[in-house]
């Protein structure tokens, strides 16, 4: 499964605002303790899917057009 953990409002060299998104594999499972949760890998993409590197706290790169992207701090 998936989930969205959180949006990251950026801003690229031009100036312009780029939305990210967090994501997080999980899985859910039954126990005889009740209904657990393990959490996987986390991933960040674009709103429009592709994929993105953290190179920083505040700063993101998009591989596939070499874009930089810098946290806009909300």
Known sequence: ?????RRIRCVNEDG??????ESQYYDRRSTAAG????PGARRIETL???????IDAAIYEVPET???LRDAGD
């Open 16 to 21: 312009d605002t780029v939305i990210l998104v």
């Open 48 to 54: 429009g899917g592709m994929s993105v590197r953290l």
């Open 66 to 68: 070499g874009e930089f």
């Open 1 to 5: 499964m998936d989930r969205e953990l």
């Open 35 to 38: 209904d657990r949760e393990y």
